[in-house]
């Protein structure tokens, strides 16, 4: 498959090939995951575009759960569209090559943090709805974990109406599971890192 025919953009061929390395790699931790994984490589095997906005029934995003340096704290962003408090995240790009490497772009614009290490993974997957074509398509979200250097200062993008570190385990509302989910495996990952 030329990169063309795989997605827009000079990295289109081996982003996908490596969605489809990444996911076919993974143990999922829950069945419900299993079903997901199993799901997004179907995704991926039945559109060439899967990976980009462009693809209309969903496509391949990456998210990223930024933890403080001691992983006491997640930085969260009050994400204008959704009027919730997430990880920071988005969609894949031309010339990204890798879904780490979206994981990681996504996270350091959004948050403004330069230096963010990222942990191994993915360390989960999600879909969820949203407008990117009306009047829905879905997120095929790959989940991943970073940590802040020490006495790293977040800056609010415009993508965010807020950005403030909670608690790992004081995530407020309005939140979701799966935010909560991604923040406690993320600090599960640092400790065993």
Do not use: N
Request: charged share 20%.
């Amino acid at each position: 498959m030329s990169p063309r025919a795989a997605g827009p953009g000079p990295g289109g061929g081996a982003l996908h090939a490596d969605a489809r390395a990444v996911l076919g790699a993974w143990s999922a931790p829950t069945d419900a995951e299993e079903l997901l994984r199993k799901e997004f490589l179907e995704h991926l095997h039945t559109h060439p575009d899967g990976m980009y906005r462009e693809c209309v029934p969903g496509h391949l995003t990456a998210t990223t759960a930024v933890l403080s340096h001691d992983g006491a704290r997640v930085l969260l962003t009050l994400h204008g569209k959704a009027g919730m408090w997430l990880p920071m995240g988005g969609h894949c790009e031309p010339g990204d090559l890798t879904l780490a490497e979206v994981a990681l772009r996504e996270a350091t614009e959004e948050s403004g943090i330069p230096g963010l290490r990222l942990l191994p993974g993915p360390l989960a997957l999600d879909r969820h709805r949203v407008w990117c074509h009306p009047p829905f398509s879905h997120h095929l979200d790959v989940e991943y974990g970073a940590v802040a250097p020490a006495e790293a200062e977040a800056v609010i993008s415009q993508e965010s109406l807020d950005l403030r570190w909670f608690p790992v385990d004081g995530i407020p509302e309005p939140s979701d599971d799966a935010t909560r989910r991604l923040a406690r495996r993320a600090r599960q990952a640092l400790f065993s890192s």
